[in-house]
């Protein structure tokens, strides 16, 4: 039989060998098989045959979180909405036994159409072989439910029937809640076809000032996260109102350091409705941004008050509506409102994350947090050190360097480094690039692996980027710069979703680091500040005029804390991170009170789950939405 796995990140992974699979078949046709196999797959499903369509699966009781062995792969069925009205991942084929038996009927699946051509929809069914002992048919598929258009994609991997022939095996599937019916979004040909003489700008000012209603809706943060949610709700007439406290749209990038640069590219950070233009750098600069955020408001129509504070969210428990006190310079305003969305991202008016050492309130330089530094001008013929070694503290050292400012970066862990000219390519290749899909395709894709099969692939990828970046690293190691390879040693993606932090994605700054243009000090453990500097545990000092914190931000709970009344913060969950089947904790899906919700995360992730989550609320409001699945399997 198979040997076991290499490393247990890949325990889960489809490969050839757990598979007893020695070779595949020569011209392999993914449209047949792929039709054969839907075709069993939808009669099982229509007929409510649960011991059918698992016969359908690859056999497996691997479990994740106790893996005894790392010799069988697992399968995957991950939702969203469609089945459970919740974000579950169930792995292993007793777990999706369990769901199926529970949900399958009262979802009422009806009109399972396999897709057989690439359109903006999805793609036809093709063989795709990503490592030489890793190979699947990919295939999209759409279907209805009682109340929602559905889309889907499932995987076959190659399996040995009893006459050791090879027959294909469902290894992951994926189903997904694209529309309600009878509320489809107001695009295309349902868009507003009236002619208009002069009323337009009046109604809208009308529709934004709310000067005699309540919006449903009120969404606290009017960055990419709340303006992305706040376009959709209006696509499915849901009155909603975004605050935001700073003056202008888009200051949350445009007020912070000079240098600050997207560290993604353009095809993964598009925006709904309006992706950018085809002249739009790879990598956005902060400022840019900033201004497409503001007028994607003013072209998406979204109703936003800037200049605005939430004061304070009080929860009506016997009615479950909210009392959202607001400040303007205008005066005060009171809504009461259905839903509350929380679009503050990981840390919202100063919630950033400062450690406290002994002698700081002696030190007679200054002390800063990167989100507080503006510009590396602002300290001409200081010496500088940076606490921290991922994004902020390379971003700020480059520009201080820049301006021949004296800068010494202190490492205090290791760090995850990926290139972006190299590596992040290759993490996108395919999906998000020049070549790929149309956007919404590349998502659904993105997003029919569970995480916890990413976790497997994402360790082969890391192995692959680390070859690409090969001289940066090898010239890191030289400096004594500490590497790692990120959460269970599978790069970037993962490290963001479950901490949000610890990697640096190279746009540069690495070579600054490698040539001595920044300095590193890691070779001790920092002690205390003293009345010049810093001292570390191994006696040596560090002297400096100005210290950066670049340690991260704040809890994304503790803005929900200042804002909502005590007794209801009793009940907000943890936001953020991985739960034990690979899905976010407290975002998209609600954070533990009924209609508060939460979503956060790049432009990319608040793209696809902004949908999630104004699906949720329009099936609230239409008194539609269904039980969620909440069952441990």
């Known amino acids: 039989m198979a040997s076991a796995s290499p490393h247990p990140s890949e325990a889960s992974?489809?490969?050839?060998?757990?598979?007893?699979?020695?070779?595949?078949?020569?011209?392999?046709?993914?449209?047949?098989?792929?039709?054969?196999?839907?075709?069993?797959?939808?009669?099982?499903i229509t007929s409510g045959d649960v011991d059918g369509i698992t016969?359908?699966?690859?056999?497996?009781?691997?479990?994740?979180?106790?893996?005894?062995?790392?010799?069988?792969?697992?399968?995957?069925?991950?939702d969203l909405l469609a089945l459970t009205w919740d974000f579950?991942?169930?792995?292993?084929?007793?777990?999706?036994q369990k769901f199926?038996?529970?949900?399958?009927?009262?979802?009422?699946?009806?009109?399972?159409?396999?897709?057989?051509?690439?359109?903006?929809?999805?793609?036809?069914?093709?063989?795709?072989?990503?490592?030489?002992?890793?190979?699947?048919?990919?295939?999209?598929?759409?279907?209805?439910?009682?109340?929602?258009?559905?889309?889907?994609?499932?995987?076959?991997?190659?399996?040995?029937?009893?006459?050791q022939q090879v027959q294909w095996k469902g290894h992951s599937i994926f189903t997904n809640?694209?529309?309600?019916?009878?509320?489809?979004?107001?695009?295309?040909?349902?868009?507003?076809?009236?002619?208009?003489?002069?009323?337009?700008?009046?109604?809208?000012?009308?529709?934004?000032?709310?000067?005699?209603?309540?919006?449903?809706?009120?969404?606290?943060g009017g960055g990419q996260s709340g303006l992305e949610v706040a376009a959709r709700l209006k696509l499915v007439d849901v009155p909603t109102l975004v605050i935001e406290r700073n003056e202008r749209i888009g200051d949350n990038w445009r007020n912070r350091y000079e240098a600050l640069c997207l560290h993604d590219p353009v095809w993964y950070d598009h925006m709904p409705y309006i992706p950018f233009p085809p002249n739009w750098p790879t990598f956005s600069p902060a400022k840019k941004l900033a201004?497409?955020?503001?007028?994607?408001?003013?072209?998406?129509?979204?109703?936003?008050?800037?200049?605005?504070?939430?004061?304070h969210i009080k929860r009506d428990k016997s009615t479950g509506l909210f009392t959202v006190t607001v400040q303007r310079k205008e005066g005060q305003r009171v809504f009461t409102v259905r839903h509350v969305i929380f679009a503050t991202g990981f840390a919202s008016g100063g919630s950033w994350y400062t450690p406290t050492y002994p002698g700081m309130d002696k030190f007679k330089g200054q002390v800063l947090h990167s989100a507080q530094h503006k510009s590396a001008k602002d300290h001409l013929g200081k010496?500088?050190?940076?606490?921290?070694?991922?994004?902020?503290?390379?971003?700020?050292?480059?520009?201080?360097?820049?301006?021949?400012?004296?800068?010494?970066?202190?490492?205090?862990?290791?760090?995850?480094?990926?290139?972006?000219?190299?590596?992040?390519?290759?993490?996108?290749?395919?999906?998000?690039?020049?070549?790929?899909?149309?956007?919404?395709?590349?998502?659904r894709v993105a997003a029919s692996f569970s995480n916890l099969l990413n976790i497997g692939v994402y360790y082969r990828v890391t192995s692959v980027v680390e070859e690409v970046d090969k001289e940066t690293l090898d010239g890191l190691r030289r400096v004594g710069f500490r590497l790692n390879r990120g959460y269970k040693d599978s790069g970037v993606l993962m490290s963001a979703f479950t901490t949000a932090g610890g990697y640096y994605l190279d746009v540069g700054g690495s070579q600054y680091v490698i040539d001595g243009k920044i300095k590193l000090k890691n070779d001790s453990k920092l002690e205390s500040?003293?009345?010049?500097?810093?001292?570390?545990?191994?006696?040596?000092?560090?002297?400096?005029?100005?210290?950066?914190?670049?340690?991260?931000?704040?809890?994304?709970?503790?803005?929900?804390?200042?804002?909502?009344?005590?007794?209801?913060?009793?009940?907000?969950?943890?936001?953020?991170?991985?739960?034990?089947?690979?899905?976010?904790?407290?975002?998209?899906?609600?954070?533990?009170?009924?209609?508060?919700?939460?979503?956060?995360?790049?432009?990319?992730?608040?793209?696809?789950?902004?949908?999630?989550?104004?699906?949720?609320?329009?099936?609230?409001?239409?008194?539609?939405?269904?039980?969620?699945?909440k069952a441990k399997v």
């Open 55 to 78: 016969s359908l699966l690859i056999q497996s009781s691997f479990d994740s979180a106790l893996p005894e062995t790392y010799d069988q792969p697992s399968v995957y069925w991950r």
């Open 383 to 443: 010496k500088v050190v940076l606490i921290g070694s991922c994004t902020s503290a390379h971003d700020l050292g480059v520009e201080y360097y820049d301006h021949g400012v004296d800068v010494t970066m202190y490492q205090r862990g290791s760090t995850y480094v990926m290139s972006v000219q190299k590596g992040i390519r290759i993490l996108v290749a395919g999906l998000f690039d020049e070549t790929g899909p149309p956007t919404v395709v590349a998502d």
């Open 177 to 220: 809640l694209e529309e309600l019916k009878n509320f489809p979004e107001k695009v295309g040909n349902l868009r507003n076809q009236n002619s208009d003489h002069g009323k337009w700008e009046n109604l809208r000012e009308k529709e934004r000032s709310f000067e005699d209603s309540d919006p449903a809706v009120l969404v606290v």
């Open 100 to 163: 199926l038996t529970d949900r399958l009927q009262s979802a009422k699946i009806s009109k399972l159409t396999l897709k057989t051509t690439n359109d903006g929809e999805g793609l036809a069914p093709a063989f795709a072989q990503p490592f030489p002992d890793l190979a699947w048919i990919m295939a999209f598929f759409t279907f209805e439910t009682d109340v929602g258009l559905c889309s889907g994609v499932f995987r076959l991997v190659p399996t040995l029937d009893k006459q």
């Open 291 to 311: 201004n497409w955020l503001e007028f994607y408001a003013e072209a998406m129509e979204v109703n936003v008050w800037t200049s605005a504070n939430v004061e």
């Open 88 to 96: 579950r991942s169930f792995e292993g084929t007793a777990r999706i």
């Open 529 to 629: 500040f003293t009345e010049t500097g810093l001292k570390f545990d191994d006696g040596s000092e560090l002297p400096a005029d100005v210290v950066v914190f670049c340690t991260g931000l704040g809890k994304a709970r503790d803005v929900v804390e200042n804002l909502v009344d005590p007794e209801t913060f009793k009940d907000v969950g943890e936001i953020w991170g991985l739960d034990d089947e690979g899905e976010f904790n407290g975002v998209w899906g609600g954070v533990g009170v009924p209609n508060l919700w939460f979503l956060m995360g790049n432009l990319a992730i608040c793209r696809f789950y902004s949908k999630r989550v104004s699906l949720q609320i329009k099936a609230i409001e239409e008194g539609i939405f269904g039980e969620k699945y």
């Open 13 to 44: 992974l489809p490969t050839l060998n757990k598979l007893g699979v020695s070779s595949l078949p020569e011209n392999i046709d993914a449209l047949k098989i792929a039709s054969e196999w839907f075709a069993l797959f939808a009669e099982k």
